[in-house]
């Protein structure tokens, strides 16, 4: 088990540029979320998938925001025309049916940061 | 709508000692469950103690236990013999069925040597 990884860890880019993270969730989980953290706050919740299929969007998720899971494995977060708002750090958890504990287990995070 | 809320944006406390953080929800569910994550500097969130709503007997994990009082919505965390590999980001979070976790705003925890 080599648990929630991202990809990558950091981003520095400009503002009105497009940003991509993947997330790859720990294998045969069939759950993922993405949360985004904000500098001393705590982790918000953006969009879930069970499996391929997205069940819930935050309304923080703009139509900036686009969310993938293509085959029920890996997972994108898109950012279309990046602005200064966007900068956070943006967490992805993975889970799994069998837990009825509900546990979800957190990846590192990617750290965007918009200039 | 869910919400937690952690009034202690900091606490200190001496190695060794004793410390609780607090934390409050708010739901009109009976059935969900409780969680306290930490968050090292730099690091990422792992799972310390877990709480299901239906028990009534408080989780306890080694040092960490917490104090389960579902008509007040309240779910403290205390850990015990603190030691300096526990300073951290401490949060509350809540979750109903198989949806997303609802934190609270954190509480940063010094351990003094």
């Known amino acids: 088990d080599t648990g929630v990884s991202q990809d990558p860890r950091h981003k520095i880019t400009k503002r009105g540029q497009n940003v991509t993270f993947r997330c790859d969730p720990i294998s045969e989980h069939n759950r993922l979320y993405w949360y985004r953290q904000t500098l001393g706050q705590g982790p918000e919740f953006l969009t879930y998938f069970q499996n391929e299929a997205q069940l819930e969007k935050s309304r923080l998720l703009s139509d900036r925001f686009s969310a993938e899971r293509p085959k029920g494995s890996f997972s994108t977060l898109e950012i279309q025309r990046t602005e200064q708002g966007d900068s956070a750090m943006y967490l992805c958890?993975?889970?799994?049916?069998?837990?009825?504990?509900?546990?979800?287990?957190f990846g590192p995070g990617t750290r965007l940061t918009v200039t | 709508a869910q919400t937690v809320t952690q009034s202690q944006p900091e606490m200190s406390v001496q190695e060794a000692e004793t410390v609780t953080l607090s934390c409050t929800y708010d739901?009109?569910?009976?059935?969900?469950?409780l969680f306290w994550y930490k968050q090292p500097p730099s690091r990422q969130m792992i799972l310390v103690i877990r709480?299901?709503?239906?028990?009534?007997q408080n989780a306890t994990e080694n040092r960490f236990s917490v104090n389960f009082q579902k008509a007040a919505k309240s779910f403290s965390l205390k850990i015990s013999d603190s030691q300096l590999g526990d300073a951290a980001m401490y949060f509350c979070a809540y979750i109903q069925g198989a949806q997303k976790l609802v934190f609270g705003q954190g509480t940063r925890l010094t351990i003094n040597p």
């Open positions: 709480q299901e709503a239906y028990k009534q």
């Open positions: 739901t009109s569910e009976s059935d969900y469950y």
């Open positions: 958890a993975s889970s799994s049916r069998d837990t009825a504990l509900h546990e979800q287990y």
